[in-house]
């Protein structure tokens, strides 16, 4: 149980377009979702939380108007990289949570983003 | 705040041999620990956790961690390494709000 799937897990696009990114968590209702981004060789570094229903909360020094994140539903959670240029290339990685304390995260596979 | 450390960014072992990666942290009330592994390109897997019970806590891949209260650390520890298990292994504390993860500690085995 808890499987957690993104998509795309790479994509390629041109500056200045917007790339949306997928997370759903398949066998359980995920209350919070959360999205990161890995620099190589580098660690997690938490861009925001989402919430089912309520706006995202995200971390110091992320902007929020470039990275959209909606979660419309206890399942899905959606990042989009809006006008994207090529420092926006990265490692995206999200993760869910039912949100009991002991259950840890459960993460996504990962979708990397080139911006060409 | 719950927090914790690893105090290594690289650790080298050759294929065989016992490895450990360093684990502390810092909390409020009871801990609740996680070990995760990343391989290249790909998001993290859970190897282990601990939530109370024995401080000898066995995981994915032969891998174990030992829970120290004392010493506030939760180590990774597997007895033989093997090359495939080189990746990126973050430690990681939750509490009810959130999970906050180490910086990450590189594991390379070598043949």
């Known amino acids: 149980g808890a499987v957690v799937s993104q998509h795309p897990s790479r994509v390629i696009c041109k500056s200045g377009t917007s790339v949306k990114i997928e997370c759903r968590s398949l066998?359980?209702?995920?209350?919070?979702m959360f999205w990161y981004r890995q620099f190589p060789k580098q660690s997690l570094m938490l861009m925001a939380t989402?919430?089912?229903?309520?706006?995202?909360?995200?971390e110091q020094g992320v902007e929020k108007d470039k990275f959209l994140i909606n979660h419309a539903s206890l399942t899905l959670s959606t990042l989009t990289v809006t006008s994207a240029h090529p420092e926006d290339s990265s490692f995206y990685i999200c993760?869910?949570?039912?949100?009991?304390?002991?259950?840890?995260?459960?993460f996504g596979s990962g979708t990397r983003l080139t911006v060409v | 705040a719950q927090s914790v450390a690893q105090p290594e960014d690289q650790v080298n072992v050759a294929e065989g041999n016992p490895l450990t990666v360093k684990c502390t942290y810092s909390?409020?009330?009871?801990?609740?620990l996680f070990w995760y592994v990343q391989y290249p390109n790909r998001g993290l897997q859970f190897l282990l956790k601990?939530?109370?019970?024995?401080?000898l806590v066995k995981g994915s891949y032969g891998f174990e961690a030992e829970f120290n209260k004392s010493q506030t650390s939760f180590h990774l520890k597997k007895p033989s390494a093997l090359v495939s298990d080189s990746a990126l292994y973050f430690c990681?504390?939750?509490?009810?709000?959130?999970?906050?993860f180490g910086a990450g500690t590189r594991l390379t085995v070598k043949p």
């Open positions: 066998d359980f209702q995920a209350t919070t």
């Open positions: 601990y939530i109370t019970g024995d401080n």
């Open positions: 989402s919430n089912e229903g309520s706006k995202a909360t995200y």
């Open positions: 993760s869910a949570t039912p949100g009991w304390k002991n259950y840890g995260y459960t």
């Open positions: 909390v409020s009330g009871n801990p609740y």
């Open positions: 990681a504390v939750r509490d009810d709000n959130d999970m906050r």
